[in-house]
């Protein structure tokens, strides 16, 4: 068994892998996928024996290994090319042949052989390596990695380059190797992963931070979904034009609480407060449970009795005079774990995307088909394409915190109050949800109140801090 | 000495009025609250509706205040907490009603009389009075001063639903009327609709219709189906699990909670979808128990419904209300001594099937029930629509009482007039379906059908599926339900 122990290792740039702890087992076959910078590489580097082990160890890394990577590609034409330097000779040098590069003598003949028909590289045989262009170096590559008759095969990115033709030339092959040789691979698309692969390892930070079996569908999702936050591109939906809600006065702040008292029976909750939130700030809220944070909001939203009786001003409203609740919620996205709580509806997850515009929990109105469409959209950003019939109350509570989040994004509304967002969230549902927020306050068209305990769990694109204390005669 | 209003009006009126309902069209609200903007609403009463309705209202931009009787504002009563604590004026009748352009009366129905008399002198000119059910202008007679406007907006869930729905952003089904002999400015409607808006109520659909046809409805749903037939039910299939042997945790608990589970399949789809969820064999089976009880109790339903009418339920009730609620007392505590209000549930697993599997009569007389009520509203002129939140519509939220407490918790939560009305139902029933009962055995209640009971005849099948899907109250029940777009399942 291949391990990793607490080991840190330091590459060449500087780059450290920290206290990876990893078991490979003789059977499995594993994906190493990350976002850009993760580490990945540098992983499966180490397995290849390279890299400065700074603290830890390994033990039982394999002797033959057939590494394909663009480092190791890089290496090759490196060597060429220093060989190019050495004939200082006036002798022009014509450079290492491919048939050379290939046919070493760790080399099996026939199976190189075979694949250089496959690939169909003969009539490349006799030119010199370092003048292929790099997808067919990157043949090359592979066909040496996979005739040695190696022990663990490392392919890192092994399609990256390949023509369609070869992609799938090589996935065929592929499959048959497994059978009798270990694989490791390394991928940043998920939608790349061959069907053998048995496990999933994440990396983010240099750390080895998720280990998933394939066979664990939810949480095999989860990564799929996280991965897919961290590395595409994502754009927030446009907001439905159709839909629209009245402009507010941008020289008013959005909210404006004026010596607010919050009193229950003959306790009081909080006293003499006062908040000012101005367009385009963000705000982080924090305290300890029962400092009344939820309390605050429920203020803003609308949602507590006692807005009635204290000085509010909303969205260009004076409380209690004659708006509705539903007048001041169009201008705000919510979510908490009450609010998902509460949304036990067997709707789809479309239509509780949907109900977003309406601010309603279920959807109890037609929707439009821009609608429809923005919530495909919606679905598609948070890796949930196709899936807008399923039913809500079916889906994981990690999904379900994503879609609520959308929900309360899709009207692109002035306030996003997030209450305790990751709260109950596992490690793979918190980092996807911090990465949608994180997207959400640079799109910076919405001000986020972002709620948590902990004052000094601060998240980036937040820069105004309100901390509720504990009352003294709240005990 | 009160006088029955129904009884006053000619046949020909008496018909008109029962038949009088018709599901409003969205449309038909786009005024919303308008015609309450600015008006200042009195609520009497802070109880289970008035608190509610309150909150809905006010949060729909409306001005709101409550007035209570002096002694529950001296003694800070339940009541008087609900109001206050939430923020809202709370005055005397002396300090608020003078000022109200409408008064809410959300007082129990028993109170009535007293309640609007004491109020109505203080009322200013040209106001208007509102209820939430008709009981005291049809039963009693309540003589309205000329000058006010008196109109009714009912919900048709309890208090705390009213207000679930609407901070979903939805409502609760709602029935309007406007009291003819009450309307003199001729803006009773204008007013029923706005604040059936301010509930939330349009969004779930509104029934407009009269005094009459809400009380005799309300009344026959309530005793019948609704409160009697499952009081009855839980009593007769407990006590038959126990005779048989079974474990008294496990047939307190398939009761308790069983209701509630198989009404939650009428919810989505009526009686035909609660029979799909039995296996063909049970359907077959709960089907011939449920036309069984059917012809057993069909004279018991008629009865209700006709003691409805012709005013003889009020009067019998009000006697008793008269003679400090005897009977209605007596009853109360001889329910909390039944053996199944005396046997907790139990802590085994009851998967959602097993209650239907296990359930088959529970299923036979839900069926038979609501049918019978439905069948009995309808031919007594009452229409469809009503007919059919007044008996499928409202019981599994019945049945959502009694697994929260059993019978104790049904009891306390419905009003006096609906208890009263199960007790006359219960006490006629049990020994209606005593010679039914020795035919029952566990396999229809408590343990389910032998599995080698497997076959079916195909020709029966299917004629026990086109009765089910053929019963009028499907028809209209799916039409209603179409209304409510997106329906929700509380899981
Ligand atoms: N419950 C339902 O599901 C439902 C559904 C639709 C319509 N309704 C109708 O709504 C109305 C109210 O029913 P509810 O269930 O809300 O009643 P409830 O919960 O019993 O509340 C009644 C309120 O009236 C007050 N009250 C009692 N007797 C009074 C009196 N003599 N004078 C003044 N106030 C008095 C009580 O406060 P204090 O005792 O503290 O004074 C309490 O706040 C009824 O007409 C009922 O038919 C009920």
Request: hydrophobic share 40%; net charge negative.
């Amino acid at each position: 068994m291949l391990q990793l122990h607490d080991l840190s290792v330091e590459f060449d740039e500087g780059f450290q892998l920290k206290h990876i702890n990893w078991q490979i087992q003789q059977h499995q076959h594993w994906l190493i996928t990350g976002a850009n910078g993760a580490g990945k590489s540098a992983l499966a580097a180490v397995l290849a024996g390279y890299g400065e082990i700074l603290a830890g160890s390994t033990s039982s890394l394999p002797t033959r290994i057939g590494w394909v990577s663009f480092e190791a590609q890089a290496q090759l034409i490196q060597a060429e090319l220093k060989k190019d330097d050495a004939d200082i000779l006036d002798v022009i040098s014509l450079g290492t042949p491919v048939r050379e590069i290939i046919f070493t003598e760790e080399i099996d003949p026939v199976i190189a052989g075979d694949l250089i028909q496959k690939f169909e590289l003969d009539y490349l045989l006799e030119r010199a390596f370092r003048k292929l262009s790099t997808g067919e170096s990157r043949k090359v590559m592979l066909i040496r990695a996979l005739s040695c008759h190696a022990d663990l095969l490392i392919l890192d990115e092994p399609f990256d380059g390949l023509d369609q033709a070869s992609h799938t030339m090589l996935q065929n092959h592929l499959a048959h190797v497994v059978t009798h040789t270990q694989v490791v691979m390394v991928l940043n698309r998920f939608d790349e992963i061959p069907d053998f692969i048995s496990h999933v390892a994440y990396m983010e930070d240099g750390q080895l931070r998720h280990q998933v079996k394939r066979e664990d569908t939810q949480a095999f999702n989860e990564l799929y979904q996280l991965l897919h936050l961290k590395t595409t591109h994502l754009t927030v939906p446009d907001a439905d034009a159709d839909h629209k809600r009245p402009t507010l006065n941008p020289l008013e702040p959005l909210v404006k609480l004026s010596n607010i008292c919050i009193k229950h029976t003959d306790m009081v909750l909080i006293e003499n407060l006062n908040w000012c939130i101005q367009a385009n700030q963000h705000w982080q809220l924090s305290g300890p449970n029962g400092s009344g944070k939820t309390a605050l909001l429920s203020l803003i939203t609308g949602d507590h009795p006692q807005c009635y009786t204290n000085d509010i001003f909303v969205f260009g409203f004076q409380r209690g005079n004659g708006e509705s609740i539903w007048q001041i919620k169009q201008h705000i996205g919510y979510v908490s774990t009450a609010l998902q709580w509460e949304y036990r509806v067997g709707t789809s997850l479309a239509n509780v995307i949907i109900s977003g515009f309406y601010d309603s929990i279920g959807l109890y109105s037609k929707s439009t088909d821009q609608q429809k469409h923005i919530a495909q959209k919606w679905l598609a950003l948070l890796g949930m394409e196709g899936r807008g019939d399923q039913p809500f109350n079916k889906l994981s509570y990690g999904d379900q915190r994503l879609l609520l989040i959308a929900r309360a994004m899709v009207k692109h509304p002035p306030l996003l109050i997030l209450d305790e967002p990751c709260l109950g969230l596992d490690d793979i549902n918190r980092q996807l949800v911090l990465a949608l927020i994180e997207k959400v306050c640079a799109a910076n068209e919405t001000s986020v109140i972002y709620v948590n305990h902990h004052a000094k769990d601060r998240i980036a694109g937040i820069d105004h801090y309100l901390a509720l204390e504990k009352s003294a005669d709240n005990s | 000495m009160s006088n029955n209003y129904f009884n006053t009006l000619p046949l020909r009126e008496q018909l008109e009025q029962l038949a009088k309902c018709r599901f409003m069209h969205m449309n038909e609200f786009t005024e919303g609250v308008d015609a309450l903007k600015g008006k200042k609403m009195v609520i009497i009463g802070c109880g289970a509706q008035g608190l509610n309705q309150g909150l809905n209202l006010r949060d729909s931009g409306l001005d709101v205040s409550y007035t209570l009787r002096q002694s529950a504002i001296t003694e800070k009563r339940q009541s008087f907490k609900n109001a206050s604590e939430n923020g809202f004026t709370v005055g005397t009748y002396e300090e608020l009603i003078p000022k109200a352009d409408i008064v809410l009366n959300l007082t129990p129905d028993k109170q009535h009389s007293p309640v609007v008399a004491a109020v109505m002198p203080l009322m200013k000119q040209g106001a208007c009075l509102s209820y939430s059910h008709g009981f005291n202008i049809v039963e009693e007679g309540m003589k309205i001063r000329e000058d006010l406007t008196v109109i009714m907006v009912a919900p048709k869930c309890p208090g705390s639903e009213v207000r679930a729905e609407y901070v979903r952003g939805f409502g609760v089904p709602t029935l309007i009327a406007v009291h003819e002999d009450n309307d003199p400015q001729g803006h009773g409607l204008a007013l029923a609709k706005a604040y059936a808006v301010g509930t939330g109520g349009h969004k779930a659909g509104v029934l407009m219709s009269s005094f009459i046809a809400e009380v005799k409805s309300d009344l026959m749903g309530e005793q019948t189906i609704l409160c009697g037939m499952l009081q009855t039910g839980s009593l007769l299939c407990f006590d038959k699990m126990i005779d048989k042997g079974m474990d008294a945790g496990y047939a307190s608990k398939l009761i308790q909670y069983g209701w509630e589970t198989i009404t939650e399949a009428l919810k989505y789809g009526g009686v035909t979808n609660m029979l799909d969820r039995l296996s063909n064999p049970a359907k077959i089976k709960a089907f011939d128990l449920s036309e069984e009880l059917k012809v057993i109790m069909r004279p018991l339903y008629n009865k209700h419904q006709d003691d409805i009418i012709n005013g003889t339920f009020s009067s019998t009730m009000m006697a008793d209300w008269a003679n400090d609620d005897v009977n209605l007392l007596g009853w109360r505590a001889a329910t909390g001594e039944t053996a199944f209000e005396k046997t907790p549930a139990g802590d085994m697993e009851i998967s959602e099937q097993e209650y239907f599997d296990h359930g088959i009569l529970m299923v036979a007389m839900v069926k038979a029930g609501v049918e019978l009520a439905f069948e009995t509203m309808t031919a007594a002129g009452i229409i469809a629509d009503s007919a059919y939140y007044e008996s499928l519509h409202e019981t599994p939220l019945i049945a959502n009482t009694i697994a929260r407490k059993k019978l104790y918790e049904m009891n306390a939560t419905i009003s006096d007039t609906a208890e009263y009305g199960c007790y006359l139902y219960n006490h006629a029933c049990l020994p209606l379906l005593a010679d039914f009962m020795k035919g029952i055995d566990t396999d229809v209640i408590g343990r389910g059908l032998a599995s080698d009971d497997n076959g079916v005849d195909n020709a029966r099948l299917i004629e026990v599926n086109a009765a089910l899907r053929d019963h009028p109250v499907e028809a209209i029940g799916a039409t209603l339900r179409g209304h409510m777009a997106d329906m929700k399942k509380i899981v």
